[in-house]
């Protein structure tokens, strides 16, 4: 593969908000990172609530299990505030992304036997094979991640590049 191969995209928002917003993503509270800290912080409000609407049963000397369940409550609120920021911000990040994409007028692949390069208008991302550490592909998507994380989705090209991209992956990355 000593020859320069081109592979031309065709980027809609759509097929690339398919594959990053999918199984809850983007869901602030529900999603993969933060479904957990959203579980733990109800089930904690709703056990410290119960400990105040009860806090007339316990004695004078067990009144501390109060202020003990209002700080796990105020801990499980902070880690829930941290993970929904982080996943706010990814959101932000992608939607950025996914406006570049939408306005560009070149999205191309260009690779050979030493470089992989991606090219978005004017700008260009240039990497060496071993500069990538990792690579997944589906029926949905190609996915590589090292200096640069790309994710290609099938239909934003051709059936024949999407095989030659993901044949071109196969030899060139060691996993």
């Known amino acids: 593969m000593s020859e320069e191969k081109v592979i031309v995209l065709k980027p ?17 509270l ?15 409000a709703v056990i410290t609530a119960l400990a105040f609407l009860l806090k007339d049963q316990f004695s004078q000397e067990n009144q501390g299990i109060l202020y003990f369940l209002s700080f796990l409550f105020l801990l499980c ?5 941290v993970s929904v920021n982080k996943v706010s911000r990814w959101k932000r990040q992608v ?12 999205y191309e692949i260009r690779f050979d036997r ?10 260009k991302e240039t990497s060496e094979w071993k500069d990538f550490n990792y690579f997944e592909n589906n029926e949905k998507f ?5 200096k640069y994380s790309y994710m290609f989705p ?20 060691t996993s």
């Open 77 to 81: 609120a902070v880690f829930l505030s």
């Open 142 to 146: 190609i996915s590589i991640e090292g």
């Open 30 to 44: 529900f999603s993969p990172t933060t479904k957990s800290k959203t579980v733990l912080t109800i089930a904690s």
């Open 114 to 123: 030493n470089f992989f390069v991606v090219a978005i208008d004017d700008e």
């Open 12 to 28: 809609r928002r759509e097929d690339f908000e398919e594959i990053y917003f999918s199984g809850n993503q983007g869901s602030l």
């Open 95 to 106: 939607a950025g992304y996914l406006n570049i994409l939408e306005t560009c007028k070149v």
């Open 154 to 173: 099938k239909k934003s090209m051709s059936e024949k590049d999407y095989s030659l991209l993901k044949k071109t992956l196969k030899e060139n990355i």
